[in-house]
């Protein structure tokens, strides 16, 4: 299925397992623990893929959530917070690629002088991981959420998109979000009327949700 993005006044693109490769290099990130820390190290390559996966929700990793998990299973894994949150945002800045084919649809996107940016869940790192992706300029603006105040789902991380696209809440419907995770791209974007594209990566879409507009597999599937 190919979805023409140009028919839209504006659009917005979440950042992780949307424009880059976050579960790629999520695995990487799995193994590197394993190396990094004593109490992981009897974890072949299978087994640390397993536990740190088991901590994920939707493609989403909670940092404290997953803190409280590790120390639980292993009391001295040592690292605060702090620490966590910074190891895990450093290498995932580090280590993540974008995927084949989004630096050149955002060329396309500005070369057709298309509206739209890159609404994130994260702190300054996500700006990090623009940079190191080769994504750094391709974009009319970025709200990270940490930075701006409230976070995917919240309206208002939604309404500031349609103020930065230079849109009202009239046109929202001419707006499209695109996102991999049901529960904050989609579910968020729907609360103020946009149009929604969901990225499944293969699996399937929540049934106690409203379903998105579109459903495609990767961004291949999106089109000038």
């Not at 976050?22 to 695995?27: C, E, G, N, P, S």
């Not at 940016?117 to 750094?136: A, D, F």
């Not at 879409?205 to 495609?216: G, M, S």
Request: net charge neutral; proline share 2%.
């Amino acid at each position: 299925m190919k979805i023409n993005l140009s028919k839209f006044k504006g659009i917005a693109f979440d950042l992780d397992d949307t424009l880059i490769d976050r579960k790629k290099a999520f695995d990487k990130l799995c193994i590197k623990l394993s190396e990094d820390f004593d109490c992981f190290n009897h974890f072949s390559k299978k087994e640390a893929l397993k536990y740190f996966w088991g901590l994920n929700s939707f493609n989403d990793f909670n940092i404290k959530s997953s803190l409280q998990q590790i120390n639980k299973d292993f009391h001295n894994f040592g690292l605060s917070y702090q620490e966590f949150y910074d190891y895990y945002y450093k290498n995932m800045s580090e280590i993540v690629e974008a995927y084949e084919g989004a630096s050149h649809l955002l060329d396309k996107l500005i070369e057709k002088k298309i509206n739209f940016g890159i609404v994130t869940n994260g702190s300054h790192y996500q700006y990090q991981k623009i940079k190191n992706t080769g994504l750094e300029n391709k974009h009319n603006f970025v709200i990270a959420s940490e930075i701006f105040g409230h976070s995917k789902p919240k309206k208002e991380i939604f309404l500031e998109t349609l103020r930065l696209l230079n849109l009202t809440v009239k046109e929202v419907e001419n707006v499209v979000f695109i996102g991999d995770n049901p529960y904050t791209d989609i579910i968020g974007a729907q609360s103020i009327g946009m149009k929604t594209i969901w990225i499944s990566m293969g699996r399937k879409y929540p049934e106690a949700l409203d379903p998105p507009n579109y459903i495609i597999e990767n961004i291949k599937e999106l089109d000038i």
